[in-house]
């Protein structure tokens, strides 16, 4: 069974049982788009491949503390491809979810593995004001959320020891 969450309310914020199940999925922001860009982003969701009918275990937030989640994260490392630039905007979801950069993953969520690349040498050669005002701004218009420069400062070292290991 997949689930694919749909906001329709601007500045919607979950709680309680509904925050835990969307903070681990991609959600369409029917609020964001045009109407038709909102459905094929739906239709496009609902057709991607469910890494859980492919035989692994859900993605959990490493907060859980589910001894399953290491072996979670070998399974989803056998899926995604060696390569960044190969990765799909799933393979770019399940992984910062995978590091606990839940906010990050809303932020980003039509990133593919070229896109982190991008993100990556921009946030590396523009001033680091510059980047955290362009991410806080995105962040409170896209998500309606501060940004957490912890989780900004995460990213990009995840990102720095993924490029690394290319």
């Not at 199940?21 to 860009?37: H, K, P």
């Not at 957490?148 to 070292?157: G, H, V």
């Amino acid at each position: 069974m997949k689930i694919v969450p749909v906001l329709l309310q601007e500045h919607y914020k979950p709680d309680g049982w509904l925050l835990f199940l969307i903070g681990q999925l991609l959600y369409v922001d029917f609020t964001r788009y045009e109407f038709a860009r909102a459905i094929e982003i739906l239709l496009k969701e609902l057709k991607a491949e469910n890494i859980s009918e492919m035989g692994t275990i859900p993605v959990r937030p490493l907060e859980d503390t589910d001894p399953l989640l290491s072996m979670t994260s070998t399974l989803l490392s056998s899926v995604r491809p060696e390569n960044i630039l190969e990765w799909a905007q799933t393979h770019v979801q399940n992984w910062l979810i995978e590091h606990n950069l839940i906010q990050m993953s809303r932020l980003l969520a039509d990133c593919d593995g070229r896109s982190l690349v991008y993100l990556s040498k921009y946030m590396k050669n523009n001033k680091l004001r510059h980047i955290s005002n362009s991410f806080r701004e995105d962040s409170l218009r896209r998500l309606n959320q501060n940004l957490s420069l912890i989780e900004l400062s995460r990213l990009q070292s995840l990102m720095d020891q993924q490029l690394l290991n290319q």
